[in-house]
Every structure is written in structure tokens, then in C-alpha cells.
């Protein structure tokens, strides 16, 4: 099992030695798709474990498992080497990934979360080291992966004092009240127009997953949550969070809910709650359901 306890000081202490990583919020960023990549190829593992058939969007070279993997053979790329692969190879080839109106979510997000993401490390030295503490996470592990949700939490709390990345973070404290509050059924649905880095949906899924009880409420369970994120950092933040919470297909979507007018809804865009938060410049911070 991976050393949880030191996980986020071991990121900071060496990231804090690249010249290209400037303030909390790019550190966080430049963290954030890396465990997007490490996570989602923990989920590819699964998915291949139950179908068979399973091919994978991304091409075999740019996988996690492929060229992050450090085997401790002496083989692994770094330096330049690597600095050149991520930046003229992974990233390109992500960005660009085949996707259309019939690629299933579980595939898409991949195009989506990179659409916008920056590699700030100039260091590839440094670069391996960190990609090599992020490699030793066990997500097959049960323990290791809920624990980790718990690291994962506290990343996403650092976004409080990294200027003003801090508005599209909510105190889990007044996410999970507010989930408890509402009191959510199997069978209803929530949406988040501004999710941000998904705490609202994340504290409905904890508190519905309570009521779990049958093959059919889970599906129901995995189907009762919809958001929207207009900035790609929470976005790519988002929906890691959604697959560390096992939503396999999270129905979240990169793109500005208010670009949508009113009058296009219908009788099947309707939600049994409306759970996000209101920012105004006038008011600051308020919650509303």
C-alpha cells in the first residue's frame, strides 16, 4: 500500500523545485491530469476485467500503464525524453481523440477533460518523480482506493487558498448538511449547473448510496446525477472525483449551462432537485437548493 499520509507534501516538495509550476493552482492542475490518467486507467482495468470486447479510446502508447509505468527496469522515460513525449505526443493525441455523439461518455470524457489542460513542468527529471509517487497508488486496492478519496478531498480543499481557483470549491461540510438536509430517494435526480469540482454531486451520491439495496437501485443510483462545469480545471477535477466515487459514466458535461435558453427544456430535462452554488461579486458565497 502506497504511503497515503505523505501523499500530497512528497507532490508539493518536489514540484516546488520546477520553474514552470507558478502558485497553488498550477501545482494543483498539473497534478490534477496526471491522477485523471492514473485513476481512469484503474477504471480501463476493470472495465476489461468485465467485457472482453472493451477497447480502449486512447492509443496504446499514450495509457497510463504504458509509458508512466516505471517497471524500475531503467527503461522508463525521463528527462527530456519524457518532457518531449508529454508534450509532443501525449497531450496532442488526447486533445484530439475521435469523439462524437456516439462515443460513450465513459470514452469521451477522456477528449474532454484534456480539451484545455497544460503541462507546466519544465523538468523532466522532476516530472518522473512525480508521476512515479502518483504510479505507486494501488486503486485496485479497496482500502487504498477509498483512503485515497479521502487525499483526493484534501487536494481539492487546497483549491480554498489558491487565489481565486478557491470559487469552484464548497466545504464538503455544508455539501454533505445540504444532502442530508434534502434527504435524497432512489429513483430521484439531482443537477448541478455549476459543479465545479463535483461536491454537491458527490455528497448526493454518498448520502443516496445509503439506500442502496438492489441491483436495480444501483443503476438508478449511477443515473441520479447531472452537471455542468464551464472552466476546464474543476471540470478535469470533477470528473476524476466522479470515478474515484465509482460513477463509472458520470453525467457531466464540459460545457455553459447558461448558453442554453430557458425555453429549450423540456418535459425530460426535469430534475427532483436543483443542488448548486450561486456566486455573485455582490453577494460572495451562497448555497441554494
Not at 518522473?128 to 487525499?151: C, K, P, T
Not at 454531486?201 to 447531472?226: C, H, M, P, R
Amino acid at each position: 500500500m502506497a504511503n497515503l499520509s505523505g501523499f500530497v507534501k512528497r507532490l508539493r516538495d518536489i514540484m516546488r523545485n520546477d520553474a514552470g509550476i507558478n502558485g497553488d493552482a498550477q501545482r494543483i492542475e498539473q497534478i490534477a491530469w496526471m491522477l485523471f490518467l492514473k485513476v481512469y486507467d484503474a477504471k480501463e482495468q476493470d472495465w476489461e476485467w468485465d467485457d472482453e470486447s472493451y477497447v480502449s479510446i486512447i492509443p496504446e502508447e499514450c495509457r497510463w500503464a504504458n509509458w508512466a509505468h516505471d517497471d524500475r527496469s531503467g527503461t522508463a522515460m525521463t528527462g527530456e525524453r519524457l518532457l518531449d513525449f508529454v508534450n509532443n505526443s501525449l497531450f496532442p493525441t488526447l486533445k484530439k481523440l475521435p469523439v462524437d455523439a456516439s462515443t460513450p461518455i465513459k470514452k469521451a470524457i477522456v477528449q474532454t477533460t484534456f480539451a484545455d489542460a497544460n503541462n507546466y513542468m519544465k523538468d523532466g527529471v522532476l516530472l518522473r518523480q512525480v508521476i512515479n509517487v502518483i504510479d505507486e497508488l494501488d486503486l485496485s486496492d479497496y482500502e487504498e482506493s477509498h483512503a485515497f478519496g479521502e487525499i483526493y478531498e484534501s487536494i481539492l480543499k487546497e483549491l480554498q487558498s489558491a487565489g481565486s481557483a478557491g470559487e469552484f470549491y464548497t466545504p464538503r461540510a455544508v455539501t454533505e448538511f445540504m444532502a442530508q438536509r434534502i434527504d435524497p430517494q432512489i429513483g430521484e435526480r439531482m443537477a448541478d449547473f455549476a459543479c465545479g469540482t463535483g461536491g454537491f454531486i458527490t455528497s448526493w451520491l454518498s448520502e443516496l448510496k445509503k439506500k442502496v439495496q438492489t441491483t436495480d437501485d444501483t443503476e438508478a443510483w449511477g443515473q441520479s446525477v447531472y452537471g455542468i462545469e464551464k472552466k476546464q480545471f474543476p471540470y478535469m477535477l470533477c470528473i476524476t472525483n466522479m470515478l474515484l466515487h465509482d460513477l463509472d459514466v458520470p453525467q457531466v458535461f464540459h460545457d455553459n449551462s447558461l448558453l442554453r435558453d430557458v425555453l429549450d427544456y423540456t418535459e425530460d430535462d426535469r430534475f427532483d432537485v436543483i443542488l448548486m452554488k450561486i456566486w455573485s461579486p455582490v453577494w460572495k458565497e451562497t448555497e441554494a437548493a
